[in-house]
């Protein structure tokens, strides 16, 4: 697991998708932390993350998740590696896990500014760690959905629109229930929604129903990954 993992997130790195996913993460959280300059104010560094995380995350996850099996499947590569003497569920977390290594040392990186302004201010570090543990939970379970479609499609361009596509809707549902009046439907629609999820961590709350429910999506569709990867095995 950690062999194929290493080799996948060296791979990032030797063609252009690990630069633009972390340049671009930097550039965008970099502009904002203008703004918390311009203002002179750290309580505004919490909202970054608050405001820009998830439409960041629609656009550039698909970056990460859209190669991961896609690629192996157009150029058939996937049957060395289904062959090979490891079990599919390494293959699959070790894969998982290389995508999460990348987003979360692109993550981390975000906070420098942070450090630095905190020798200028006092931001509320509780505040914005809860709000990058969020941030982490929620990047593990889309990541996860990212992967298992990819691992449905030999195309990358066809991985990456679905799964913007699917990202987009997990996050916007909330902003659909409002306009709902059937309360059923309604909570329905709440209790999916990623943003209603991470909105407690943006509060400086470790909410436990939301942790638990980015985990279990999170775990869920690397399951349905590996059941997917050992069906291709027997075929």
């Known amino acids: 697991m950690s062999a194929i993992a290493k080799k996948e997130f060296r791979s990032y790195f ?6 633009v996913f972390s340049g671009a993460m930097l550039l965008l959280f970099g502009f904002f932390y203008m703004e918390v300059l311009a203002t002179q104010s750290s309580d505004y560094i919490p909202m970054i993350y608050a405001s820009v995380f998830s439409w960041l995350m629609m656009f550039l996850l698909p970056l990460i998740t859209m190669r991961t099996f896609s690629e192996e499947i157009r150029t ?4 060395g590696l289904l062959t090979a003497p490891v079990g599919v569920f390494s293959i699959v977390m070790g894969k998982f896990l290389a995508a999460f290594y990348l987003f979360t040392v692109s993550l981390v990186a975000t906070l420098i500014p942070a450090v630095v302004i905190s020798f200028m201010g006092s931001p509320d570090w509780p505040k914005i ?5 969020g941030a982490l939970l929620c990047g593990a379970a889309l990541i996860a959905i990212g992967n298992f479609i990819s691992s ?11 799964t913007f596509g699917v990202l987009m809707f997990l996050f916007l549902i909330g902003n659909i229930a409002s306009s709902i009046s059937i309360d059923w439907i309604k909570n329905v629609f709440n209790w999916i929604s990623f943003d209603a999820r991470y909105q407690p961590f943006t509060n400086g709350i470790l909410n436990l129903s939301s942790l638990v429910y980015f985990i279990s ?6 399951f349905l990954t590996a059941r997917k990867l050992e069906s291709r095995r027997w075929s």
């Open 129 to 133: 760690f809860c709000t990058f543990i």
């Open 152 to 162: 449905l499609t030999q195309s990358q361009l066809v991985a990456a629109v679905a």
């Open 76 to 79: 058939k590569s996937d049957q």
């Open 14 to 19: 030797l063609s252009p998708i690990g630069y």
């Open 217 to 222: 999506i999170a775990a869920v569709f690397i």
